[in-house]
C-alpha cells in the first residue's frame, strides 16, 4: 500500500499528450487549440456600413442626388461624385467613393434628392477594413481552449479545420452481478446500476464525449475477455468495481492475465483504497471501487489529471485552498482522508453521509477536505487543505 502523495507523483510520471489532430471548428468547443493562429484576412475585409442609411461623398453640403443603392453582399462598384449619395445597409460594402454614411432617420427623402439634419463627420458609421483584426495578424494564441466566443471569431475570419489536441477515448466497464438497469424491476438482491451514469456524465462534464460504457457480471472469463478487448480499443478505461479482496473480484486477476502493468494497487486513503492503476501499452487503466463515492473521489483526485493532461488542458488538478474548519472534528482511523465538504465563505464543514456507498453526500458537497494520515483530531477554526470539486 502506498501514500497519497506517492501515488500522485506515479500519476505525474505518467502524464501524456496526445498528437495534434485537425477537427472540424463545429466540433472543437473545449479543445485546446495546438498552434497560434493568424488571421488570413482584414475583419471586416472591406470599408462596412454600421447603419441603415445613406453613403455620401459630402463635401460641406447636406443635400445629396440619390444615384443608386447597395445592399449587404453587393459589391460596392458605384462611383460617387461630390455632393452623391447611394441607399445602403448595415453591412453592406461602402464605396470608395463615399465618406461617410448618414443614418436613415436623420435624412429627409424627396424624389431622387435627400436632404441630411447635419452635415456629416468624415468616415462617420464606416467599421474601417480590418477595424476588428488586420490580416497576419495574431488571432489566437496556441493553448487556449476554445469557448464560443473565440470559436465563432475564427469562423468570421474564414477557419473551418482547427489544430487542437485529442480529447481521450474512454472505455467504462462497469461490473457486478449484482447490478441491474434502471428502469426495470428490481429483484431480491439486486440494486440499481449508477456508475455508468456518474462516470459518463462526469466526463461530459470534461467535455469528454467519446466514451462507450460496458458491462459485465462477476464472471471471470466475461471479465478477462471484455477488458481485453475495451483496453485494446481505448486510450483509458475506467473498471467499476470488483478490483477489492472478495473472491467474486475478478478485475486485479484478469487485468493481471492480460499484461497490464500495475503502476500502484491500494492507497492508505479513505475512501478508494482498493484504487488499481496500471498500463498495458499506451492505454492507462483505473479500476476504480465499486461504491460510487470512492469511485468518484478516486476519479478526481487520480484519474482526471491524466484524461485532462492527455487533451493539454492547462489546469489538470482540481483547485486545492485552504479553509478554517467551522467546528471540532473527530478523526476515524488513521489512512488519509477526503472528506464530502461545504465551503461557505472562509470556512468549511464536513458533510454528514460520508460513507463511500452514498453518492448523497456529493449532492451538497461543493469540496473536499483532505486529512493527512494520522491525524485524529481538527479543533474548530484550524486550517485545513480543501480540493474545490468541479461546477455541477
Ligand atoms: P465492489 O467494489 O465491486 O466490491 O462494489 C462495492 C459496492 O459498490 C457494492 O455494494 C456494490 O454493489 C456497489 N456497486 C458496485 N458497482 C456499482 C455500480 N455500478 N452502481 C452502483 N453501485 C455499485
Ligand atoms: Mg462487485
Do not use: W
Amino acid at each position: 500500500m502506498i501514500s497519497v502523495n506517492e501515488a500522485l507523483s506515479k500519476i505525474e510520471i505518467h502524464k501524456q499528450t496526445a498528437v495534434p489532430v485537425k477537427r472540424h471548428i463545429t466540433q472543437c468547443l473545449g479543445y485546446v487549440i495546438a498552434e497560434d493562429i493568424f488571421s488570413l484576412i482584414d475583419m471586416p475585409p472591406f470599408r462596412q456600413s454600421a447603419m441603415d442609411g445613406y453613403a455620401v461623398n459630402h463635401d460641406q453640403s447636406n443635400t445629396y442626388k440619390l444615384i443608386g443603392e447597395i445592399k449587404a453582399g453587393d459589391p460596392a462598384d458605384i462611383i460617387l461624385k461630390k455632393n452623391e449619395a447611394v441607399r445602403i445597409f448595415t453591412g453592406a460594402s461602402v464605396p470608395n467613393t463615399a465618406n461617410a454614411v448618414i443614418m436613415q432617420e436623420k435624412i429627409d427623402v424627396t424624389n431622387t434628392l435627400i436632404s441630411s439634419q447635419e452635415i456629416p463627420k468624415n468616415e462617420q458609421n464606416i467599421r474601417p477594413k480590418g477595424e476588428q483584426i488586420k490580416k497576419n495578424t495574431l488571432a489566437l494564441t496556441k493553448n487556449t481552449t476554445l469557448t464560443p466566443t473565440n470559436l465563432s471569431f475564427l469562423a468570421s475570419l474564414g477557419f473551418d479545420e482547427l489544430l487542437v489536441y485529442p480529447k481521450p477515448k474512454v472505455g467504462i466497464v462497469i461490473t457486478g452481478s449484482e447490478l441491474i438497469t434502471p428502469g426495470t424491476p428490481l429483484a431480491p438482491g439486486k440494486i440499481y446500476e449508477s456508475n455508468s451514469i456518474l462516470l459518463s456524465t462526469t466526463l461530459q462534464n470534461e467535455q469528454i464525449n467519446d466514451f462507450t460504457v460496458y458491462k459485465v457480471k462477476d464472471d471471470y472469463q466475461s471479465t478477462e475477455d471484455l477488458l481485453k478487448k475495451v483496453i485494446n480499443e481505448n486510450d483509458f478505461v475506467l473498471v467499476s468495481g470488483g478490483i477489492s479482496v472478495g473472491d467474486y473480484d475478478f478485475v486485479g486477476k484478469a487485468l493481471e492475465k492480460i499484461g497490464v502493468t500495475e503502476i500502484f494497487y491500494k492507497i492508505k486513503q479513505k475512501p478508494g483504497k482498493p484504487l488499481f492503476f496500471g498500463k498495458k501499452d499506451t492505454t492507462y487503466v483505473f479500476a476504480l471501487p465499486g461504491n460510487p463515492a470512492s469511485a468518484l473521489t478516486c476519479f478526481y483526485i487520480y484519474a482526471l489529471p491524466l484524461l485532462r493532461n492527455f487533451s493539454h488542458c492547462e489546469k489538470i488538478h482540481l483547485t486545492k485552498k485552504v479553509k478554517k474548519i467551522s467546528h471540532n472534528y473527530e478523526v476515524k482511523g488513521i489512512r488519509a482522508q477526503f472528506l464530502k465538504a461545504k465551503i461557505t465563505n472562509e470556512f468549511v464543514e464536513v458533510l454528514d453521509l460520508q460513507s463511500s456507498a452514498m453518492i448523497h453526500g456529493f449532492n451538497e458537497a461543493n469540496a473536499l477536505v483532505f486529512i493527512t494520515e494520522n491525524t485524529n483530531f481538527i479543533k474548530k477554526l484550524q486550517e485545513v487543505e480543501v480540493i474545490l470539486l468541479p461546477k455541477k
